[in-house]
């Protein structure tokens, strides 16, 4: 999103569901930063290996993996298809801004896709060189989905809010697990783990940086909305320090969607900093597994060796006692589905990339009257969200929208219930997997998230914002 043409700072982001009302995302763009990354035990694996445990990704799903069986004094050997991220850049940063965007920014494109493409009237799009950068925009037939590329997956990307689903809603999704062991142990292991803190409210009704999310408490509650805080992995008080000019800045420079150098935890500085103490986990990065079969003792695995423009320097067979997919819902159901068509991994049932959904994600703008200004300087570290989950079917969060100037405009990214369920399927002709996922099916989560957004216009005599996802284009409905 950094058109040099426009004097101005933009971006945005993107978040996920799970079966609650948390999302997670950002836009933003800024100045400096700094950096300080745990880089794990990083290695090339070998043609030929034989390793007890082989885990596919280093996103949550791999890293928790790799600590537990760590733990339990297994060897583990993680395969992950992005880069280490621990190396600055020329500019002495590990991670590009998010308000200019750079070869680091994308996985293998040569144009950026921004969330937020657009903005008044300006295209935001711009040429990168193509390189295996951070944040994959994949496109499918009717949806883009954001994904992390990198030792760390999607929490190098993400907007680190982290939600304890509500404890009503938890067993009508996963009826067959003990809710009190999920509420007791699991949820508060997990929030320790991920270094999970909640902002200082007094703090919060005071800082700048929230005047954004502060304007969006007073409408939602105008309109008999309930809302939320959400904590976030973000460091408060590492925040606090920037917004009192002690620290270099991340948040509040609008580092996100391509990487924080500062203040984050990612999954660098915890379960993988864990994991990597242990000294029985090792990861090989730029490595893209491509099948998995059955052999004897295991699995042979094969692996692609990558360059960072993504050509494939080297393919390796390895010998895997017990294989663990961790690839994301996305990369484990694309190897799954193929390995099952092509009859590489047998025994695999009929639900393998069946009833993937989008998140239920809708972005939109509301353009704010003159007295109600968001403020230039915007964290982006979202805070807080608007819940109708119960009466409307969709959870908003309050996004930002760190533009460096007064944009007068409140961004939202919806959660909503949408019902719709796509499914992963390999074409043999193209030697790839698709997935059927219909533009149209985006339209039940508008209507829901209508349900908010339509209210508070009407209470605020405010209308939508227009210039964001396209040209006179209210919704923000083509990803996740
Ligand atoms: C922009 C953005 C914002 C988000 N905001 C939030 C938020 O605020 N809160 C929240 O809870 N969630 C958020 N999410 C979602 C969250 O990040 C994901 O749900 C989470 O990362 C999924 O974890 P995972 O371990 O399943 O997969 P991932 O974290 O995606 O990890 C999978 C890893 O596997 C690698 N991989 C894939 N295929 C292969 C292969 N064939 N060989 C080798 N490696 C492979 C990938 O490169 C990746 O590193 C956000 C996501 C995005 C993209």
């Known amino acids: 999103m950094s058109d040099p043409s426009l004097p101005t700072r933009r971006s945005a982001g993107v978040s996920r569901r799970g079966f609650i009302a948390g999302t997670g995302s950002i836009l933003g763009l800024g100045l400096l930063s700094q950096t300080s990354h745990a880089a794990a035990a990083t290695t090339s694996i070998g043609n030929g290996e034989r390793v007890p445990v082989l885990i596919i990704g280093s996103g949550y799903g791999g890293s928790v993996a790799a600590l537990r069986l760590a733990q339990a004094g297994i060897d583990v050997h993680m395969i992950e298809m992005g880069k280490a991220w621990d190396t600055p850049g020329s500019d002495g940063k590990i991670f590009a801004n998010t308000k200019t965007p750079d070869v680091r920014s994308y996985w293998l494109r040569t144009r950026t896709k921004q969330p937020i493409s657009n903005f008044l009237g300006f295209p935001l799009d711009k040429d990168v060189p193509r390189h295996t950068g951070i944040l994959d925009a994949e496109d499918f037939s ?15 990307v993400n907007g680190g809010m982290a939600v304890t689903p509500k404890r009503e809603r938890f067993g009508a999704i996963l009826p067959s697990v003990d809710a009190d062991e999920m509420y007791d142990v699991y949820y508060p292991r997990a929030n320790a783990g991920l270094g999970v803190n909640e902002i200082d409210r007094a703090w919060f009704d005071t800082t700048d940086c929230y005047q954004y999310a502060r304007v969006g408490r007073k409408h939602a509650e105008r309109s008999g909305f309930d809302f939320v805080y959400v904590p976030n992995v973000y460091d408060f008080n590492y925040m606090k320090q920037e917004a009192a000019g002690n620290v270099p800045r991340s948040a509040l420079a609008g580092e996100i969607l391509y990487g924080n150098n500062a203040g984050k935890k990612s999954l660098q500085q915890t379960y993988l900093a864990q994991a990597k103490a242990t000294g029985r986990v090792t990861i090989s990065p730029l490595h893209r597994v491509t099948s998995v079969t059955p052999a004897s003792g295991g699995y042979t695995v094969t692996i692609e060796q990558l360059d960072t423009g993504g050509n494939v320097t080297a393919t390796k067979t390895v010998t ?55 403020g230039s300087l915007q964290s982006s570290i ?61 339209q039940a989560g508008i209507d829901m998230a209508k349900s908010v957004f339509d209210k508070i216009n009407r209470k605020e005599g405010t209308i939508y914002r227009t210039d964001l996802f396209g040209v006179y284009k209210i919704w923000g409905d083509h990803l996740t």
């Open 382 to 442: 979202p805070t807080v969200g608007i819940d109708n989950w119960d009466e409307g079917g969709a959870f908003a969060e309050v996004a930002p929208l760190p533009t460096g100037i007064e944009t007068y405009a409140s961004l939202y990214l919806s959660v909503t219930n949408n019902p719709h369920r796509a499914q992963f399927s390999w074409n043999a002709g193209t030697g790839k997997v698709d997935l059927n996922w219909q533009t149209s099916w985006k």
């Open 142 to 156: 009717g949806i883009t989905v954001y994904q992390g590329r990198g030792v760390g997956g999607g929490s190098l």
């Open 320 to 374: 895997a006692g017990k294989v663990f997919f961790a690839a994301g819902s996305v990369g484990t159901s694309k190897l799954l589905t193929k390995l099952k068509a092509t009859g590489a991994l047998p025994g695999l049932n009929g639900e393998v990339g069946k009833g993937w959904g989008d998140n239920g994600n809708i972005m939109c703008g509301r353009a704010n009257h003159m007295w109600d200004p968001t």
